[in-house]
């Protein structure tokens, strides 16, 4: 079974500033992939970044990258020079690369990010 | 390019009446996903879809029936409402198997009373 914990239910920064939104995953899968999705008050949900297991380097994506640490089984989202529109709900996602259920997502519960003026 | 639409998007409905909600894509993905969203719980697999006429179970099958008769379509119906599924319901798909990306929805948002 897989498990995703966030452990910051809330977080705040300064606009411009950078953030670092922590995410730790547990998993018996060889081969997975590690997501994170925005969510505006607006309530749709926004993919914005993928790191697969096996890839050699740390995903990024314009201001977001993820900070891929495989031995501490981590994945944390990294926002630089934040914006007031950043202010959203963030999940962290995991999923299997293989085997039968190499679709199904498992979410964590979510870090809520503020951006101040 | 309507991408993937849902609806209603808002719906109040009674405890022990049934209720349908829409999920439509136009990319002709493959895979459908219908997700609850909780507070403190995230969000949640209910059921997917590998292509038509293929379903199975997520994590919180309970208490809901899916069909997909056409590719573009996975409609999500709550034979008799509970007020434990009060929520946010997205749907979601993915072009394959190895695909990465899932696509959302906008989300009903469903009270039961």
């Known amino acids: 079974a897989q498990k995703i914990t966030q452990t910051q239910p809330g977080m705040f920064v300064q606009e411009k500033e950078a953030v670092t939104l922590d995410c730790t995953y547990d998993?018996?899968?060889?081969?997975?992939?590690l997501f994170w999705y925005k969510q505006p008050s607006s309530g749709e949900m926004i993919f914005l970044i993928y790191?697969?297991?096996?890839?050699?380097q740390n995903a990024t994506e314009g201001r977001y990258s993820l900070n891929f640490q495989k031995a501490r089984k981590s994945a944390n989202l990294v926002i630089s020079a934040s914006q007031l529109g950043d202010s959203a709900m963030y999940f962290c996602?995991?999923?299997?690369?293989?085997?039968?259920?190499?679709?199904?997502?498992?979410f964590g519960k979510g870090t809520l990010l503020t951006v101040n003026p | 390019d309507a991408g993937i639409t849902q609806s209603p998007r808002y719906k109040i409905t009674e405890t022990g009446r049934q209720v349908t909600l829409m999920c439509h894509q136009t990319?002709?993905?493959?895979?459908m996903f219908w997700y609850r969203q909780d507070l403190g719980h995230g969000l949640r697999l209910i059921y997917y879809?590998?292509?038509?006429?293929?379903?199975d179970k997520g994590e919180v099958p309970d208490g809901y029936v899916v069909s997909r008769s056409k590719t573009e379509n996975f409609p999500l119906t709550l034979e008799s409402a509970t007020r434990s599924q009060t929520s946010v319901y997205f749907c979601?798909?993915?072009?394959?198997?190895?695909?990465?990306?899932?696509?959302f929805g906008p989300g009903t948002r469903l009270t039961v009373t």
């Open positions: 979601a798909s993915s072009r394959d198997r190895t695909s990465y990306e899932q696509y």
């Open positions: 998993t018996s899968d060889p081969s997975y992939g």
């Open positions: 790191q697969g297991s096996y890839d050699q």
């Open positions: 996602a995991m999923r299997p690369n293989s085997g039968g259920s190499n679709y199904k997502l498992t």
């Open positions: 990319w002709s993905h493959s895979y």
């Open positions: 879809s590998a292509a038509a006429d293929i379903t």
